[in-house]
């Protein structure tokens, strides 16, 4: 199998004829069939691969598909396997080696493609007199495809250089011929890093955030409208994957675009008509209360590992059958979340919901405000928002006032929601201490609200398991551990509310924001 | 690492034909595939358009100046390698004759490659001497073809003999018929009476083919010249059966 390939920038003027000019001095070359083919990288939802390092591709080749796993950049080759069919999981592969050193990186997250890229290759290759390949060349040009759309971003034209194991010699000396001769340059970055900016994709990101770029003088009305497209995009794109259940970050990810959808259609109601707005906002509603107790239970299951640890030796065991409780539980709840998912109204909802973003003319009853800037519409909320923070924070010691600290951190979520939408129409050097400042008091905020809703579930587990089944004592003492160990973390977390809360509000943070935000 | 070699004392039989289309079928199943062209006559490395040579023959192996690593050939073929043959082969017995355990070098020379790859089938000429030994010792099944004849049934029933007197518990025997002709009355009636004596016949047989022996002509696996042939689907059965009798529950394991 390759084991290095290596990845060129074409260079301006150069055709495969000049490559295959070059060439033909030393050796033998065939020029194969200009081909088109279709490849998918895929990655789990919190781009493990990418994030260590790793591409894995999956192109067309009939009658099934060749994957190829590579070191980012264009380095090593790590696998190339011809596949049936494409696989969900690690453990769908068949070679067991593959399924194996897959597995370490992926654990049980799903492999779900990412970004799409429409190929045309033409291919070199080098052959001995027997016709043995000795190596390939490739001159590619990709398209990104914007997903759900026949748009698409054409991305840097590249060769590819694809050595064979056992003719390294020629490799090297075919490299350096053409390298001389083509003045070619190592390509600035993996064709997937371009497709992912050309698309606007923060891999960055665990929970796969778009990211927006605006121009500030867009009006409101249409600005809105494309960040809530996209969102809408996000939960259709993760709703097959929520009713399947394979992997819980798909309804993760759906329920993330509901709740950002909900704290725009909110905060910026203004800027539609509120017909429109009343109707659309009771659906997404909707939609929140038929998926948020899967999702909990899936937090919950997710945590559990966690939770065995917090709790005593003796009582790690006693645990368990909650976990089969969550199991059984989260096997109900999704299965009555499937109905309305999968029914006419959710079909209807989302078609009328696309046909509102997606309209080229404005509706009629236009407010006032969906006319006026982007810049001023977002920069108004946002410091409404602030303000609205730092005043309602003020009173608040942090220990001993927790409904008004879960009233503060919804408030805060809404803030942090906006600064990360709109973030792209402010200088960064500006914007990210704001952010930075922002997300020490979330992390508290977020963290406090967790702590104080795992403890109350708990609780309302154990009573629920009491009920349906017959339980030990031991298993309810476990249980019981757990939800007061949660309490204790949650006030100690209170205990640091002040501290992060003064950063945030402090003199010199409140003149940041009204520089950046404060028209 | 699973090894799985193609070996029977007679020539002629159709283990160069087997190790090669299995290995082209391992490694379209997405299997890391090394194909060990251990039969001096380079008929595998032929087929892969492979130049049977190593540099320093057999002699350097053992003298560790080469590591298999170092001599291993990608085919054209997506995930399928190949160690070519070398002339020198047939001298392996009196070049690692004098070493400590003699039976033992073969899985010792296989050691820096067996975590790069999930199958190694090795293509074994057709004899019995040390060489053989130490493929016995190092692999997991031998897939062994049989034409349907007396002759062939008598060789066969030596081996069994051989491994009766020297056990390896760990191989596990994999006879199955190759080069039938369904027109001949003797090959039929060997290919009901041959699985009655020994229980651990593989059930799909591969037929003469015209398409086989073209493999020589082509220098290539059946499947990719004649897809639709019928000894093309009788080795994409033959591999199933293979697959589901040594790696279906396993992790790369193998020894």
């Known amino acids: ?519 | 690492m699973k090894i799985i070699a193609t070996y029977n004392l007679k020539g002629g039989v159709g283990k160069t034909s087997t190790a090669v289309n299995m290995a082209y079928l391992a490694a379209k199943d997405g299997y890391r595939t090394l194909l060990w062209d251990l039969d001096p006559q380079g008929a595998a490395s032929f087929c892969f358009r492979v130049k049977p040579k190593l540099k320093g023959g057999v002699q350097a192996l053992r003298s560790k100046r080469r590591s298999l690593d170092n001599v291993v050939k990608a085919t054209d073929f997506t995930g399928l390698d190949l160690i070519p043959a070398d002339f020198s082969f047939r001298n392996f017995d009196q070049v690692f004759s004098d070493t400590k355990k003699p039976s033992k070098q073969l899985l010792k020379l296989l050691f820096p490659i067996s975590r790069e790859y999930d199958l190694l089938f090795i293509d074994c000429a057709p004899s019995i001497s040390l060489a053989s030994e130490n493929i016995f010792y190092a692999a997991d099944a031998l897939l062994i073809p049989l034409i349907p004849t007396p002759f062939s049934v008598r060789t066969f029933n030596q081996l069994l003999v051989y491994f009766n007197k020297a056990p390896a518990r760990h191989l596990k025997l994999l006879p199955f018929f190759s080069m039938y002709d369904k027109r001949r009355l003797l090959h039929r009636q060997i290919m009901v009476s041959l699985p009655k004596e020994f229980k651990g016949m593989l059930n799909t047989p591969i037929p003469y083919s015209k398409s086989v022996e073209l493999m020589g002509i082509e220098r290539a696996p059946v499947g990719t010249f004649a897809p639709n042939s019928n000894p093309a689907h009788a080795y994409i059965k033959l591999w199933q059966e293979v697959q589901a009798k040594l790696l279906a529950s396993s992790g790369s394991k193998g020894r």
């Open chain 1, 1 to 519: 199998m390759p084991e290095e390939q290596l990845i060129f920038s074409v260079p301006e003027n150069l055709t495969l004829q000049d490559l295959k000019t070059w060439l033909l001095e030393k050796r033998l070359v065939e020029e194969q069939e200009p081909v088109e083919f279709e490849r998918v990288f895929f990655d789990t939802f919190d781009w493990r691969l990418l994030n260590s390092g790793n591409v894995l591709e999956i192109s067309t080749q009939k009658p099934g598909y060749l994957l190829t796993w590579r070191e980012l950049g264009g380095g090593k080759i790590l696998a190339q396997s011809s596949i049936r069919q494409i696989p969900h999981f690690a453990s769908d592969f068949v070679a067991p080696g593959l399924r194996l050193r897959l597995s370490e990186l992926l654990g049980r997250r799903a492999l779900i493609p990412k970004v799409t890229v429409n190929s045309s290759t033409r291919e070199l290759r080098l052959i001995n007199s027997d016709n043995k390949t000795l190596m390939r060349i490739e001159l590619r040009q990709d398209h990104a495809v914007v997903p759900q759309s026949s748009k698409s971003f054409k991305l840097p034209d590249a060769i590819y250089l694809f050595p064979l194991r056992g003719f390294d010699n020629i490799f090297e000396k075919t490299v350096s011929l053409i390298s001389r001769k083509g003045r070619l340059q190592p390509i600035g970055e993996d064709p997937l890093v371009s497709a992912l900016g050309c698309l606007g994709i923060d891999a960055a990101s665990y929970t796969n955030a778009p990211i927006f770029h605006f121009d500030p003088k867009q009006p409101a009305y249409e600005a809105l409208c494309d960040v809530l497209n996209r969102y809408r995009r996000i939960m259709e794109e993760n709703l097959a994957g929520a009713c399947e259940d394979k992997d819980p970050e798909f309804l993760h990810d759906f329920l993330h675009a509901v709740r950002r959808t909900q704290c725009l259609l909110f905060h910026y109601s203004h800027v539609f008509p509120s017909k429109t707005i009343n109707l659309i906002r009771q659906d997404f509603d909707w939609l929140e209360k038929i998926t948020a107790a899967v999702r909990s239970l899936d937090i919950y299951l997710g945590l559990f590992d966690e939770f065995v640890t917090r709790v005593d030796a003796d009582h790690r065991v006693a645990l368990e059958p909650l976990r089969h409780f969550l199991e059984a539980e989260k096997l109900k709840e999704h299965q009555t979340m499937r109905v309305p998912l999968e029914s006419p109204r959710y079909r209807r909802t989302m078609n009328s919901w696309e046909k509102i973003l997606t309209e080229k003319t404005r509706p009629d009853g236009m407010p006032e405000d969906a006319g006026k800037s982007i810049l001023e519409i977002a920069s108004r909320g946002i410091y409404s928002i602030y303000m609205e923070l730092i005043e309602k924070g003020r009173g608040i010691t942090g220990t001993d006032n927790l409904d008004a600290l879960l009233e503060l951190q919804i408030i805060e979520k809404r803030l942090g929601y906006e600064m990360e939408t709109f973030r792209n129409l402010y200088p960064k050097q500006q914007i990210e201490p704001a952010l930075a400042a922002l997300r020490q008091l979330q992390d508290n905020l977020n963290t406090i609200q967790n702590l104080h809703l795992q403890h109350g579930s708990l609780l309302e587990y154990s009573k629920k398991m009491q009920r349906q089944e017959r339980t030990m004592p031991v298993w309810m003492e476990a249980i019981e551990l757990l939800a007061a160990d949660r309490e204790r973390e949650e006030r100690k977390m209170q205990e640091e509310f002040r501290t992060r809360y003064n950063r945030l509000a402090r003199k010199k943070m409140q003149k940041k924001f009204r520089a950046l935000f404060s028209l």
